[in-house]
Structure formats: structure tokens, C-alpha cells
């Protein structure tokens, strides 16, 4: 059987593969749309001397540009990484669909606050690929230490 959530992650792997890539945090999101990816994006922290161009806050705009809407009721976001609140907050207001992500932020995931920092309405599903959405995670900031002792 083929799983649909499994698929989508994969595409916003491949988006936090780039940020690797690129020496950002490997983060990557997408935005569904009636089956459609209609955003892709990728931290952009580093590059755009930007701390609030996260992967979530470049799709959700890319998103509501190709509806023309603020609203994103209808979709589905997909992240390699639970939100942090700053992209929850974005996210409450977009009154996005569900949110499907893969590895969990222990530190700053917005989910862990105990209070739901989304709109209500919005359907929250965990852990798809989590081991690959980790792996990347854990090799980057690995690879940040082992050159900071160098």
C-alpha cells in the first residue's frame, strides 16, 4: 500500500538535503494543495542574514502566493522538523489544514509547549520518516562540532 504522508516527506527531504547542502540547518517543508505539491522550501537562515526564514515561514508564503489567499485551510504542510512557536504562530494564522513532520525538536518544537499554539481545526500527525529526518539533523550539527574543535 502506498502511503501518502511516507511520499510527501520524501519531497520535503529532499528540500532539507539543499539546506545541507548549503550549510543551513536541514530543515524542509512542502505545501500540498488537492494532491499537488504547490510550495517548496528550505532554511534559508544563513543565506538571507534572516532568522525568521525558516522552511515553514518560505512554503507558507510561497503557498498563499500561488492561492492568493492568506488562508492555507485546505492544505497540507509537510516538514522534516516539528515547528518551532515562531512558525506555529505563522501557521495559526494561515489556519493550515494539518501538518504532517517527521523528527521531533526537543529543545524549541512548538508542540511542546502543552498548549496548542495552532488553530484549532488544524490536524497535527508525527514521526513520518522520523529516522531519516533525524539522521540529517544529528549529521549536520555533528559535523558544526566536529569543525568548532578543529
Known sequence: MINKDEIYMKEALKEA???FA???????SI????????ARGYNMCERLCDPT????????????????????DECVLYTTL?????????LFWSKIGKIVYGAKDPK?????????L???RTIIKGGILIGECA???????????????K
Open 118 to 120: 495552532l488553530h484549532p
Open 135 to 149: 539522521y540529517l539533523l544529528t549529521s549536520f550539527f555533528e559535523k558544526k562540532r566536529k569543525l568548532k574543535k
Open 108 to 116: 524549541r518544537g512548538a508542540f511542546l509547549l502543552g498548549q496548542n
Open 53 to 72: 526564514a525558516h522552511a515553514e515561514m518560505q512554503v507558507i508564503t510561497s503557498a498563499c502566493n500561488y492561492l492568493k489567499s492568506k488562508y492555507l
Open 17 to 19: 538535503k539543499k539546506a
Open 82 to 90: 516539528e515547528p518551532c512557536s515562531m512558525c506555529a504562530g505563522a
Open 31 to 38: 505545501i500540498v494543495y488537492k494532491n499537488a505539491i504547490i
Open 22 to 28: 548549503e550549510d543551513e540547518v536541514p530543515v524542509g
